[in-house]
Nanobody, 122 residues
Framework: QVQLVESGGGLVQAGGSLRLSCVAS????????MGWFRQAPGKEREFVAG??????SINYADSVKGRFTISRDYVKVYLDLNDLKPEDTAVYYC?????????????????WGQGTQVTVSS
């Protein structure tokens, strides 16, 4: 079992940047493929980015390609958010997946953090 804690959210103007971090306790983070998801009010949770255990495989939602970057080291997973837009406003969650396949479906992920709020003003 692993416990995930996100940090780094906040209020930023459109065009600004943030770095989100996710740290794990329990099993080593390297055990899992990791994903970032987000959920805006009244909307379903959606995939943002995913990274494999080794970092060799990465994928992004089309809406964030070229603006967001996912990365990881042995103990943390990061999501760099650049050129933020008001429609990026949401609670951002990191999630861990024990499978061998890098996946985009929220239901496939095994463990979740509590989320961190990102608010982008226009």
């Amino acid at each position: 079992q692993v416990q995930l804690v996100e940090s780094g959210g906040g209020l930023v103007q459109a065009g600004g940047s943030l770095r989100l971090s996710c740290v794990a306790s329990g099993r080593p983070l390297i055990t899992y493929n990791m994903g970032w998801f987000r959920q805006a009010p009244g909307k379903e949770r959606e995939f943002v980015a995913g990274i494999s255990r080794t970092g060799a495989s990465i994928n992004y939602a089309d809406s964030v390609k070229g603006r967001f970057t996912i990365s990881r080291d042995y103990v943390k997973v990061y999501l760099d958010l650049n050129d933020l837009k008001p429609e990026d406003t949401a609670v951002y969650y990191c999630a861990a997946d024990y499978s061998n396949v890098l996946r985009t479906e929220a239901l496939k992920y095994d463990y979740w953090g509590q989320g961190t709020q990102v608010t982008v003003s226009s």
